[in-house]
Nanobody, 116 residues
Framework: QVQLVESGGGLVQPGGSLRLSCVAS????????MSWYRQAPGKERELVAG????????NYADSAKGRFTISRDNTKNTVHLQMNSLKPEDTAVYYC?????????WGQGTQVTVSS
């Protein structure tokens, strides 16, 4: 079955960096686009970044442009989110997502807290 396992979250000071990873299994990873979402307390889940199956094209939320970079390694079934210049408003649970044969799959999420 499809599984997505995120890691790399934690507590970081404003201006710091984190690199999130999502390891996928149970489907042909290299054939599917992947994306990162986040959900802050009391807010709706929102798209952060997406990447095509081959990694040739990416898209970002306005809040992530210039600070975050999504990438993937199809040899390791892994998608990353490099987050730089983190701000307190980036505090959220970050989720990896894929849509596979019409179904949406989410990982369990990884907590990112930006605070001094």
């Amino acid at each position: 079955q499809v599984q997505l396992v995120e890691s790399g979250g934690g507590l970081v000071q404003p201006g710091g960096s984190l690199r999130l990873s999502c390891v996928a299994s149970g489907f042909s990873f290299s054939n599917y686009p992947m994306s990162w979402y986040r959900q802050a307390p009391g807010k709706e889940r929102e798209l952060v970044a997406g990447i095509t199956s081959a990694g040739s094209s990416t898209n970002y939320a306005d809040s992530a442009k210039g600070r975050f970079t999504i990438s993937r390694d199809n040899t390791k079934n892994t998608v990353h989110l490099q987050m730089n210049s983190l701000k307190p408003e980036d505090t959220a649970v970050y989720y990896c997502r894929t849509v596979n044969v019409g179904r949406t799959y989410w990982g369990q999420g990884t907590q990112v807290t930006v605070s001094s």
